[in-house]
């Protein structure tokens, strides 16, 4: 008969149950967010799907090889992988308040009694061993909004995984990137030393016939020395971009010289310009699910504490045997159990239960700020990456058209004065305009292919085939 109450009491209780706190709803996300005005009509439409693996676009193995290895050797994913494994355990502990507890318990003591309570004065042993089994009923869900925290706080982990994937692929990207420019920079200002110790071995002959002065000779030989000495820089950012490649991808700095030393061409899309992307991808960025993510778990956390307001309750139960000599311990009347429902209700707190809801409706409430926030700086990134990437190439356009000309005038000067119609500084200028215009045609070539990596990295390209 007893049972039967027991069973109906708690049937009673759980049809009663209720989920305190606000039930979380994402943001609305109907907004638009205008990037057309940034995109050229007669560029390349970015495919949603084009964006998971959107370094290979590059066609460069060397790049391809870098990315995909440091998925499995870069610290920086260790150590987010390790917190999505935190953030899965802590997950099973929330969940683990669904089932009962069990605890072992035993003891040995030895007392002293008075003659007045015990009749006689003396001492005695006390032996005692059991279970106790404790299980909480979750009527107004502080337990079922706390795993419903952890589930969104592992999620948020999963996401700043993938947010962490796609900021190093674009990392890694741009470093690789800012390496090939700085060695074809290399390149450029190798090829203008050795045109330009060709003309000063031509002068010194000249001179030496005196066919032209000195001062001509000094003056090549200066505009030689000036563009030996932009030779160091170079090969120091050359330097400095594979130390940076090595650490992102896992390796220690002087690895990946052997590999990347021989100086190869900027990788570059096949397209000048873009034109469309999809309406919706912004949303999709890791960081920006992310955030919203974090939201869902500190709505949820209100819940919690707002619980505290309410009952806890509970069964209980326990079972074991009690002796005062070892020789009659497991005797069957030295046996007890007990089984029954509890609660505990926290009456007065002086306002702390309802204080600790509003503090934590307040970080909920930052939580959102911040979702918003993040999701106009993504639309700011994808614009900033836009308008760069569009208008270096018409820098790229204006100054390619610069070195065609300058190719030219450096040649018409050289005829001329060998023909004597001219004298030497219009060479000298001529030659430190060429030299000066195709180090910044190869900057901005680099530039170009840095701002579409940019534009990937706004849009959260990697996430989609990560794994």
């Known amino acids: 008969m007893k049972k039967t109450i027991i069973i109906s009491s708690i049937t009673t209780l759980l049809a009663g149950c209720m989920t305190v706190g606000p039930d979380y709803k994402a943001p609305e996300t109907n907004q638009t967010y205008k990037v057309d005005d940034l995109t050229q009509k007669d560029g390349k439409d970015i495919v949603a799907e084009n964006l998971g693996l959107w370094w290979e676009q590059f066609n460069d193995e060397d790049l391809n090889n870098l990315i995909k290895n440091s998925l499995a050797d870069s610290y920086t994913m260790q150590s987010a992988q390790a917190k999505v494994r935190q953030a899965r355990a802590l997950l099973g502990v929330s969940e683990a308040v669904y089932y009962p507890t069990l605890d072992a318990k035993g003891s040995a003591t030895r007392g002293r009694h008075m003659s007045n309570s015990r009749g006689g004065q003396g001492t005695e042993n006390l032996y005692s061993t059991g279970f106790d089994a404790k299980w909480e009923i979750d009527i107004f869900g502080g337990n079922r909004r706390n795993v419903e925290a952890a589930s969104a706080d592992l999620q948020t982990s999963e996401l700043n995984l993938e947010n962490v994937w796609v900021t190093l692929a674009s990392e890694i990207a741009s470093s690789y990137i800012a390496l090939r420019g700085y060695q074809q920079q290399l390149l450029v200002a190798q090829n203008n030393l050795k045109a330009q ?6 002068l010194e002959s000249r001179y030496k016939s005196g066919l032209t002065n000195k001062l001509d000779v000094q003056q090549a030989r200066y505009n030689m020395e000036r563009t030996r000495s932009t030779l160091p820089p170079l090969r120091v950012s050359i330097e400095a971009s594979l130390n940076t490649l090595a650490v992102l991808v896992g390796k220690v700095p002087g690895d990946l010289q052997e590999n990347l030393k021989e100086m190869k061409d900027i990788p570059n899309l096949p397209v000048k310009s873009i034109n469309s992307i999809p309406a919706d991808v912004i949303r999709q960025r890791p960081d920006v699910r992310q955030a919203e993510r974090k939201l869902a778990a500190e709505t949820a956390r209100i819940g919690v504490a ?3 307001l309410y009952p806890k309750f509970f069964i209980n139960g326990s079972i074991g045997l009690e002796a005062l ?30 204080n600790r809801t509003k503090a934590q409706t307040a970080v909920a409430d930052a939580a959102r700020a911040d979702y918003n926030n993040v999701l106009l700086s993504a639309v700011k ?18 100054l390619d058209d610069a070195v065609e000309a300058a190719e030219l005038a450096e040649q018409i000067a050289q005829d001329q004065y060998k023909n004597g119609l001219t004298n030497f500084n219009n060479v000298l200028d001529a030659q430190r305009s060429l030299f000066e215009l195709q180090a910044r045609l190869t900057e901005s070539k680099a530039k170009i292919t840095g701002n ?6 706004a849009l959260g390209g990697g996430w989609q085939n990560f794994k």
């Not at 000599?325 to 509890?342: A, D, I, L, Q, W």
């Not at 579409?452 to 990295?457: D, G, L, N, Q």
């Open 197 to 202: 110790e060709a003309t000063l071995e031509i």
């Open 306 to 308: 707002k619980s505290d």
């Open 325 to 354: 000599h070892t020789e009659n311990f497991f005797n069957n009347t030295n046996r007890y159990n007990y089984f029954g429902p509890g609660f505990s209700w926290n009456l007065f707190s002086a306002g702390a239960v309802r």
């Open 381 to 398: 990134e994808v614009r900033d990456s836009l308008i760069s990437h569009s208008q270096e190439q018409l820098r790229f356009d204006a």
């Open 452 to 457: 579409m990596v940019r534009v990937y990295k």
